[in-house]
């Protein structure tokens, strides 16, 4: 017997009108979000072993009447899981997705859930994003990330629920899903920068005194750490090529100097701008070199509510990697973090790093390739607070980290002229 979709093809072109086209696959990755008819795809694990996993029904308030429900009667360890199962493992490396859930804490506060793509090992992972909440009450709770994928995952990717370690919990899960998206992306620029910073001068002179301000002082500067900020050009200085070299070094009584740069009250970025800059950073124990950018208001809001763009990060320790992070506020201080492999030191050659902010989205690059990305309505929705539709000030600065022993005598950090443009992205 025919189907409805095969006469009325038939229909139509006798007819001569347009053949009905088949209903379009869904887009659907995840095999079984609701168990919605049993518990394919679903697993659970932890350190104790203490975790068991159960199909309920008859679910109210939620996406579904269906789910699942996750209950410890208070192992103790250091980690606990469960995984939905992937139907599409596999990921293209820049497209968009979104990963969704919603969770219900049985228990109705205290303990803190996380979501996020990789197998049982925390390996295989599409992105390196997450989102975690902490519910207030027992009601549902919409957990949602958007992201870009930046590897292609593997046959065991799954959408990984993080879940209490230790202690007593019931939790129970529906609505779970993973799909690609159409997002919002920044448009792109084909135009000469809007304006560039640049490091003109004699070799050993200070960098220009309208556009730089230097910051001074000891203090850790909020992460214990170890280096005195100074006001001299053997911390900060041209070198007569274009080129800005800020230099941590040790003193004779085993302690370092080094130089933080910012230009507040001077120059900002514009929301909608793209900021760049071609760094070459050091490497070693204990060095942490940034490029960086704060929210103008910060005066009056305060931190983390202005808002916080690590355009570039390096950890010494970890030669080959360059981190980018976001920072701002909401039911508490939250951040969210990316961390690009270069598979050569930083020290060896310079990179361009750079971000993208406006009122709807944050998006780091490094050598014009994007690497992590956030929206503001994923943001919105978890209860924090999307700080970047405003004007943000820069800040170059290379600290000595106080939870590693530095063994070095100098480091020095290379910037290029800073460039920004308005309006998007260069191409």
Request: glycine fraction near 12%; charge should be positive.
């Amino acid at each position: 017997m025919r189907s409805l979709i095969a006469a009325a093809t038939a229909a139509a072109l006798l007819l001569g009108a347009p053949v009905p086209a088949a209903a379009a696959p869904s887009p659907e990755r995840l095999l079984n979000g609701s168990a919605k008819a049993d518990l394919a795809g679903w697993s659970v694990a932890s350190e104790s072993g203490s975790v068991t996993l159960r199909r309920v029904t008859a679910l109210k308030g939620g996406p579904a009447t269906t789910g699942v429900e996750v209950r410890s009667e208070g192992g103790s360890g250091s980690w606990a899981y469960a995984l939905s199962t992937l139907k599409i493992p596999a990921f293209e490396v820049g497209r968009t997705y979104r990963m969704t859930a919603y969770v219900r804490d049985l228990g109705g506060a205290g303990r803190r859930y996380g979501m996020l793509l990789a197998n049982g090992a925390w390996q295989n992972r599409p992105t390196k994003v997450s989102e975690y909440v902490s519910p207030a009450t027992a009601k549902w709770q919409r957990i949602t990330r958007t992201f870009m994928a930046t590897a292609s995952g593997a046959a065991d990717t799954s959408l990984y629920f993080a879940l209490p370690a230790s202690g007593a919990f019931t939790v129970q899960i529906t609505g779970a899903s993973v799909q690609p998206v159409t997002a919002y992306t920044p448009r792109s620029v084909r135009s000469a920068p809007t304006r560039t910073i640049g490091f003109a001068g004699a070799e050993g002179t200070e960098p220009d005194a309208t556009v730089w301000n230097r910051q001074t002082g000891a203090g850790g500067w909020g992460n214990g750490e170890r280096q005195t900020y100074t006001s001299s050009t053997a911390n900060a200085q041209v070198d007569g090529s274009g080129n800005l070299k800020i230099t941590a070094l040790r003193t004779e009584d085993g302690g370092y100097t080094s130089a933080r740069l910012t230009t507040q009250g001077k120059v900002t970025v514009a929301p909608g701008s793209y900021v760049e800059a071609a760094i070459t950073a050091p490497t070693g124990e204990a060095v942490w070199p940034a490029f960086w950018l704060l929210g103008a208001n910060m005066p009056s809001v305060g931190w983390p509510a202005c808002g916080e763009l690590d355009i570039f990060e390096g950890t010494g320790s970890e030669p080959t990697l360059a981190k980018s992070a976001v920072h701002l506020a909401g039911r508490s201080y939250d951040w969210s973090e990316g961390t690009t492999d270069l598979g050569v030191p930083l020290d060896a050659g310079s990179h361009r790093f750079g971000v993208y902010f406006d009122a709807t989205t944050v998006r780091f690059y490094v050598d014009r390739k994007p690497t992590m990305v956030l929206w503001a309505s994923d943001v919105t929705a978890a209860g924090r607070t999307w700080p970047f539709a405003k004007p943000q000030f820069m800040l170059l600065n290379v600290a000595v980290a106080g939870d590693a022993t530095p063994t070095f005598d100098a480091r020095t950090m290379t910037v290029g002229p800073i460039s920004i443009w308005r309006g998007g992205v260069p191409a």
